[in-house]
Each structure stands twice: as structure tokens, then as C-alpha cells.
């Protein structure tokens, strides 16, 4: 600490020397260790002017009288709602203080013009104006106070001849988030209620101590990390300033407006820290929009890094945006059986994985930490023997609902399958066109298949169960097969389950020749008919070139034989 307290006094003596603290468009010395920072004062000089718009002419060149929108952050109680723009330029040949704008208190009307600030109760306000008369000695006052109530703090009085340049110190009063300045014309040199006290450059600091670091803390309604109008600030949030060293060096609370302040700062490397009020809230998305001075800076931790490099050095850029803790959870399911080990991944609106999930072994999963927005879940893992899920469910986390979004999956079992092959049992070659039947242990058929050329048959998208194969029929020229096969697909099935079939072919057993086909016959021989249109001479011989049956010669040798030997034993 005693390096860094001689390192920033040689700082300020260097600034000193070379006249650092005279840069008054960012800070004018107030002590050796702290400067007015100037605050809060909108179109300080009135440049942003829609004349376009909303003005006319009031008679002389570049002299306007403008509608109080086209004013920007300056209103007016004129009952007209005009305020008198003068431009360098214009036919009078009055200068402006600084710019090209200044504007007549006294337009159409009397027209005090005034703009509501934000404070911080407590603070040292400086405020600083230039004021002039138009004809003469005019006269105006500068009012302070809160909307309701202001207090007259200057009263200023200058001819036509040059501009007053006035300034003074106003403490904000304890609980006085907003406070309005008034510029109010009191009376003019020539007696007009219309002409008079031009006023230019009005300016306002808040006196500080040291370097300083600083914003609000706001309610992120929509969660996208960026501050809109209709967001409120966040008060009595706590924060903390971290050196290096990791010690917490100061401490303060946010205000009604959500703003903090830690002042006297050393140069030095430190962490903002913010508290969350409690767990239905969770820290906006960090450095979100192409705007760094309205979005939120803090990470999921409440941790901002920032660097002081000099006592001068002020960082009013450290926020918080704050939105509630959105919540998902997930049932994994198949029928009423609660699955684990299921893994979904959690995607916000632009497809960015914002988390995953996964279910325990009562089959839920949550995941928490979201942000307002909408979301997708899709399974990217199944539970080990299910199918995975493949359609997504879309979701979204409202403000303000810090209930569980519920979503239920349903999976199935991992489907398996039957190889069932038809073989020859004598070559074991395949079959072709043998049809099988699958059915469940209670006879429904649920699959009926027909072997390839190769003899391959497959029942598949089964469910993890027992069936019964049965061949219902063979291909031509073989046996049916009686055999009944069991066959059982276990959970989480890796292939196929595979059975065998074999067939015999069917025997065929020769057909004998009926007796007297053709009518003729001699003595028992049965002589074949060889051609409708030619026959043999009874008990001839068939000629070379016959077309006769050699089983039927054969058969019928044999009878000539056996009568030969009766007749034979008779005869003796």
C-alpha cells in the first residue's frame, strides 16, 4: 500500500508540473487528491436543437422559436411550450458564450427552462452558467431542488455588453434522487416579458475525492443484458471494491436510483463485486449490444475487473444488471420408468448451448441460471438400451418466474432383430423363398419374412422380448421344418439374434407302368406302347431304334423265364 501511495503522489506532482488538472472539459482541482467530474448536464449548451421539426421563425435571422421536444433534455414552463433558440449569426449581432446555440429565457412568454437530473444524496454539486441582457441590465435566478420544490441558490444580474460566467456549490439533500434546475427570468431592461436574459453553457460537477469508479445496478427485465428505458435501477444492492491482494477496501450499498459510488481511489488493479439480494436472481449476460455504456459489465459472479491507472482517472462504467433465476426441469421417462443418464443440451435463441442437463436416478434433471428468453432442450445422449429422442421441446423463462419450466421425453427400448437363415441340410446351402413367421409367446404373428437368394430372412424393429420362429413355408422341392425356435432379444441389443433352418429335399419314389395300358399283352408280357401311331407285332421283339421301356424287357424276360420252367415241370 506505501508503494502505492508514493506512486501516486509522484503522479500527482507530475500533473501538477505540466498543468494536468487544467483540463476543464473533463475535471477542474478541488483538493491535492480529487477534482470535479463533471455530471449529469444534457445538451449543456443547446447544440441539439431539431429545428427542422419543430421550430419557425421568430421574425429574425437565426432566431427560432423551437417546441420544448426539440430541445433535447431541457423542458419548459411556458405556457406556449416554446423555447427561444438564438443562433450565432443572428440579426442582432449577439454572440454566443460557447457553440453556435444560446437561448432567451423570455420567448412568447415567460418562459423559465428547466432539466431533471439524477444524484446522489449527499454529493457536492457545482453548478456553473453564463448569463447576458439583451437591452440591458436583465435579470434571472437559478432555482435547485427536487421537481416538487426548488430553492433559489443564484440571482444574477448583466447588461447587453458582455457574458456573466457564475457558478456555485449545491449539496444534494438526503433522499434526493432527481433534482431540477430552473433558469427563471426575473425582469429585463426594456420592461418586456418577451425579451430579455440569454443564457448559454450550463454546466454541473460533482466534487469527488481521488480516482473513482461508479454506475448503477438495474433489473434486467428481458435478460438480454443491456439497459432499456423502461428497466428500474436496483437499490440497496451491495458492493464491493477487491484490490489485488484480494482484500475488500470498500464497501457501500446502492441507492433509490441504483447508483454507487467509491471514491479516493488509488491507482491499482481492482475487482468489483456485487451481491445478489437473494437466489431468485441471477447477473445479466456480460458485455452484450455494440453500446458498452448500457450494458451490464459483471460476470455470473458479480466480478467486474478494473484498472486505475491514475488518481485522476474516474470509471463511472462498472454495472450490474440484475434478472431472476429461471429454472428447467427435465423428466426422462419410458412409459412410467424413470430413466438416468440422459443428457440434453440447454440452447438459447441465437442456437448457443447455454448448459446441459442431465437426469438422476429418479429420471430428473434441472438446470437453473437462465436468463428471460427462449430456449430448446434436445436430447444429445440416451439412457444406455433406449433410443434417443431426436425432436427438441421449446421453452421460455419469463421475469419474474422463478418456478421450474417442466418438461417431460418420452424414449423406447433399443429395437433389435431376428437373422433367420434357410439352409439345404445335406449341402447347408442357402434356400431361397422359405417364409417364416415371428410371434409372441401368446401366438401373435407380428413379422412375417421370405429368405433371399442367399437364404437370409430378417425380422427386425423388435422390441427386448422372447419370440417363437416358425417356418410357414418351404421352397419347392424341400420339406418343411416342424421346428419351433425360441429365440429371445435381450435389452440394449447389439445385432441381430441369428437362428438356423435346415431342410431335406423331398424323395421321390418311381411310378410303375399300369397293366394293359394299350390292350395288348401275350402271355402275362406287357408290351409298352412306344408311339400312338406305330405298335410292335404281338410277341415280336422291339426293332433297333424302338423307343421300349428296358425295365418293362426286363420285367417281361423274367415272366417268359418263369413260365418256361412251369411248363417245363409239368410236361415232366
Do not use: C
Not at 491507482?267 to 447477473?283: E, R, W
Not at 419450466?405 to 437363415?421: P, R, S
Amino acid at each position: 500500500m506505501q508503494k502505492k501511495i508514493v506512486a501516486s503522489l509522484i503522479v500527482v506532482l507530475i500533473l501538477l508540473i505540466f498543468g494536468g488538472f487544467t483540463e476543464k472539459a473533463q475535471a477542474s482541482p478541488v483538493s491535492a487528491n480529487g477534482w470535479q467530474l463533471k455530471w449529469a448536464i444534457k445538451n449543456s449548451d443547446f447544440e441539439d436543437v431539431d429545428i427542422e421539426n419543430y421550430g419557425h421563425n421568430a421574425g429574425s435571422p437565426n432566431v427560432w422559436m423551437v417546441d420544448q421536444a426539440g430541445v433535447a433534455a431541457w423542458g419548459t414552463e411556458n405556457p406556449s411550450g416554446k423555447i427561444e433558440v438564438w443562433q450565432a449569426g443572428n440579426g442582432y449581432n449577439v454572440p454566443p458564450f460557447s457553440g453556435t446555440n444560446f437561448i432567451e429565457l423570455n420567448s412568447d412568454g415567460i418562459g423559465p427552462v428547466y432539466q431533471d437530473i439524477r444524484t446522489i444524496p449527499g454529493t457536492v454539486l457545482t453548478w456553473k452558467f453564463a448569463h447576458r441582457g439583451r437591452s440591458g441590465m436583465d435579470v434571472a435566478d437559478l432555482l435547485i431542488g427536487s421537481p416538487e420544490t426548488q430553492t433559489e441558490v443564484s440571482r444574477v444580474s448583466d447588461d447587453n455588453t458582455a457574458w456573466g460566467d457564475y457558478e456555485g456549490d449545491y449539496v444534494v439533500p438526503p433522499g434526493q434522487t432527481i433534482t431540477r434546475l430552473t433558469f427563471n427570468p426575473i425582469s429585463t431592461a426594456s420592461g418586456s416579458l418577451t425579451n430579455g436574459n440569454f443564457l448559454d453553457n450550463v454546466e454541473l460537477y460533482i466534487n469527488i475525492e481521488g480516482a473513482k469508479i461508479g454506475d448503477i445496478a438495474w433489473y434486467d427485465y428481458n435478460g438480454d443484458g443491456i439497459q432499456q428505458n423502461n428497466e428500474a435501477p436496483a437499490p440497496n444492492v451491495k458492493v464491493d471494491l477487491i484490490d489485488d491482494n484480494g482484500t475488500v477496501t470498500k464497501s457501500t450499498m446502492t441507492n433509490d436510483i441504483g447508483s454507487y459510488l467509491f471514491t479516493d481511489v488509488l491507482p491499482g488493479d481492482y475487482q468489483v463485486k456485487f451481491t445478489l439480494p437473494n437466489n431468485d436472481y441471477i447477473f445479466s449476460k456480460a458485455n452484450q449490444g455494440n453500446n458498452p455504456e448500457i450494458n451490464s459489465k459483471v460476470d455470473s459472479t458479480g466480478l467486474a475487473d478494473v484498472n486505475i491507472p491514475t488518481l485522476r482517472t474516474e470509471n463511472f462504467d462498472v454495472d450490474a444488471g440484475l434478472t431472476t433465476n429461471g429454472k428447467v426441469e427435465i423428466q426422462k421417462l419410458s412409459g412410467q420408468k424413470a430413466l438416468r443418464d440422459a443428457v440434453y443440451s440447454i440452447k438459447d435463441s441465437t442456437g448457443t448451448e447455454v448448459t446441459k442437463v442431465t437426469t438422476a436416478e429418479n429420471g430428473f434433471g434441472t438446470a437453473e441460471g437462465l436468463p428471460p428468453g427462449n430456449y430448446t432442450a434436445t436430447e444429445i445422449t440416451a439412457p444406455i438400451g433406449y433410443q434417443k429422442n431426436p425432436r427438441p421441446k421449446s421453452f421460455t423463462i419469463v421475469y419474474g418466474n422463478t418456478d421450474p419450466v417442466k418438461l417431460t421425453f418420452q424414449n423406447i427400448e433399443k429395437m433389435g432383430a431376428i437373422m433367420i437363415f434357410k439352409q439345404d441340410g445335406a449341402t447347408k446351402k442357402g434356400l431361397e423363398n422359405a417364409i417364416f413367421t415371428v410371434e409372441t409367446e401368446n401366438g401373435k404373428v407380428i413379422k412375417k419374412v421370405t429368405s433371399n437368394a442367399k437364404g437370409y430372412a430378417l425380422a427386425s424393429n423388435l422390441p427386448p422380448g422372447t419370440y417363437i420362429v416358425k417356418e410357414t413355408d418351404a421352397p419347392e422341392g424341400y420339406e418343411k421344418s416342424n421346428k419351433e425356435m425360441r429365440v429371445t432379444i435381450p435389452f440394449n441389443p447389439q445385432g441381430p439374434v441369428n437362428v438356423t433352418f435346415s431342410d431335406t429335399k423331398i424323395k421321390v419314389t418311381p411310378t410303375p407302368t399300369p397293366s394293359g395300358t394299350d390292350g395288348n399283352s401275350t402271355d402275362g408280357i406287357i408290351i409298352k406302347e412306344v408311339d400312338k401311331n406305330v405298335k410292335t407285332k404281338k410277341g415280336n421283339l422291339p426293332q433297333t431304334g424302338d423307343s421300349i421301356n428296358k425295365n418293362v424287357l426286363f420285367g417281361g424276360a423274367l415272366l417268359a423265364t418263369a413260365g418256361i420252367a412251369l411248363m417245363y415241370r409239368r410236361n415232366n
